[in-house]
């Protein structure tokens, strides 16, 4: 590369500008290069722009949840309304409920009542506009033989033309609403947090979806949504609230919240309702009139993975 | 090679890279995901809250047909019907009642009509101390024999409720036993599950031990 430099007889029209007003072979093709290299980066990247992480700036600029105020709350909840009246063209009603004084819910389960019918678990799908294709389901039943307790050994798929099948029985479970809950103590982002009624939530606004919580729940009460949620517009339930079953984006995790948006306005859960056995059963453990406190007080209620020092307030027993 | 060449060597090489990167993802060169196979919908009826029966304290309350209640269109006042056994002491059932499934506790040990039926009124119960109660009164009549489950049924945790569990702020609905049991044939009946939840994979089911086998 030891060639003279041929000096061109004046600078080129387009050279204006330039410090040293030359404009050479080979600066031409580096600059050339560089800008292709550029635009094939965005070109190369643009598939990104498919993904809708943040459908508003709004939304991007939006605060933590305990840090909104209620004016912003409600343009928070107008801006939801919105997006779901865009998307399924359906308006609801979006609310954020707040935790009641003087409640701290609990729920116990009967084991000697529950025919594995799940029931609940398409109750709860309804009700909680869960994904219904790719599928998310906050409640598994699982089959256990008689006299086991193995629930790695449980089965997940049964399908008899009836159940109960003799010799075996169901038991559902769903998030046990730990008061130590290790999902919210690995949260990089305190995008999940446990509110005075004892009810563990999830800002879908703020997850960044590390799953960091799915892998520390014992309980598999967590669930991922891989694909983009898809809800027919009929299915779709319109009463709404922030923390509860508003629809969520791909990318953020869920879980069983005990249908805030009903129990946080007095009424049951969904799955207790559905269940035709009754073997459901919900309440507020600070009311020692309760449903709730009579089990405790009266039954031999246990806890799953009692170990494991989660201390849920989701209670299993057995009766006659 | 100069500094100046590696540079636009290297310039040209990322150029090209990204180009073709982007002209595989236009073609679609590594193949996209397979789509799923979609999930067929629930039918609406499994998210339903009735209960599995009508008692009869439904039925005449919301005005359905209670001509199976009237039992004095067949038989005669003052003339209790006589129950007829067979061999193995198991009543044999007229023609008229075939479609009752006689199932009360286990080892046929509960199937003689008379020990719920008032024989004096046919359209009235009988518990075992003597109190005549009506057909739609039958919770206490239940309640006579099975008494930790009427008690549990008192409190609320046995049966279904739903409504409100806040009763400041709304009513509860209660169901009474025949609601879900069938007195004749208690144990409460099997349905076919809802589907379980579908897999992206086919999933190897643990085995499954024997019931009875720890």
């Known amino acids: 590369m030891a060639e003279p430099k041929p000096q061109p007889p004046g ?15 080979r600066s031409f093709l580096r ?23 943040y459908s508003s700036v709004e939304e991007f600029l939006q605060k933590h949840y305990k840090e909104l105020t209620p004016a912003e709350m409600t343009r928070v909840l107008e801006r939801i309304a919105r997006e779901v009246e865009r998307e399924y063209q359906v308006r609801p009603h979006v609310r954020d409920l707040k935790p009641m004084n003087g409640v701290e819910f609990a729920y116990a389960l009967n084991l000697t009542r529950c025919i594995g019918c799940r029931k609940c678990v398409h109750a709860c799908v309804a009700e909680n506009n869960q994904s219904r294709s790719p599928e998310i389901q906050y409640i598994r039943v699982i089959k256990m033989p008689n006299g086991t307790f193995d629930v790695e050994r449980g089965d997940h798929h049964y399908a008899p033309e009836s159940v109960p099948e003799k010799g075996f029985y169901y038991m559902p479970v769903q998030c046990h609403q730990c008061k130590s809950p290790p999902c919210v103590k690995v949260c990089p982002v305190k995008a999940t ?52 079953n508003r629809p969520r984006r791909q990318g953020v995790m869920e879980k069983c919240h005990f249908c805030l948006q009903r129990t946080r306005a007095g009424r049951y859960p969904a799955c207790l309702e559905v269940c035709p056995t009754g073997a459901r059963k919900f309440g507020n453990v600070l009311d020692p009139e309760s449903e709730i406190s009579y089990i405790l007080k009266h039954k031999r209620v246990f ?17 006659v | 090679m100069d500094a100046e060449s590696k540079t636009t060597v290297v310039l040209i090489s990322l150029a090209v890279t990204f180009l073709g990167l982007r002209a595989g ?51 005669e ?77 008192e409190v609320g945790i046995h049966g279904r409720t739903s409504g409100y569990w806040d009763r400041a702020r709304g009513p509860i609905t209660r169901q009474g036993c025949t609601s879900c049991h069938d007195p004749h044939n208690p144990v409460f009946p099997g349905r076919k599950p809802t589907p379980g939840p579908h897999p992206l994979h086919p999933v190897p089911r643990p085995p499954q031990p024997e019931p009875g086998e720890h």
């Open chain 1, 303 to 319: 806890v799953l993975k009692e170990e494991v020092g989660t201390l849920p307030r989701f209670f299993y027993y057995f009766d």
């Open chain 1, 193 to 244: 947090w446990q509110e005075p009624d004892g009810i563990t939530v999830i800002d879908y606004d703020w997850c960044i979806g590390c799953r960091y919580c799915e892998a520390a729940c014992p309980y598999w009460a967590r669930r991922f949504n891989f694909g983009k949620p898809s809800i027919p517009k009929e299915k779709l339930n319109e009463d709404m609230s922030y923390l509860g």
């Open chain 1, 31 to 53: 600059a050339t290069a560089a800008l292709a290299a550029g635009f094939a980066a965005v070109a190369a990247l643009s598939p990104l722009r498919e993904l809708q992480k």
């Open chain 2, 77 to 153: 006042k003052d003339k209790p019907p006589k129950i007829k056994f067979d061999t193995n002491n198991l009543v044999v059932l007229p023609k008229e009642h075939e479609d009752l499934v006689m199932r009360h506790g286990q080892h046929q040990r509960n199937v003689n009509c008379y020990n719920c039926h008032n024989q004096r009124n046919l359209e009235g119960l009988l518990t075992r101390d003597g109190t005549e109660l009506k057909i739609t009164d039958s919770t206490r009549l239940c309640g006579s024999c099975h008494g930790p489950t009427y008690r549990d049924w």
């Open chain 2, 25 to 75: 993802f236009q073609d679609d060169w590594w193949g996209q995901v397979a789509p799923l196979p979609s999930i067929p919908l629930v039918e609406p009826d499994v998210t339903n809250t009735a209960t599995v029966r009508v008692s009869a304290a439904e039925l005449l309350r919301t005005g359905g047909d209670t001509s199976g209640l009237e039992c004095y269109t067949c038989h």
């Open chain 1, 11 to 25: 600078p080129p029209p387009w050279a204006h500008g330039q410090h040293d007003g030359e404009l050479t072979r």
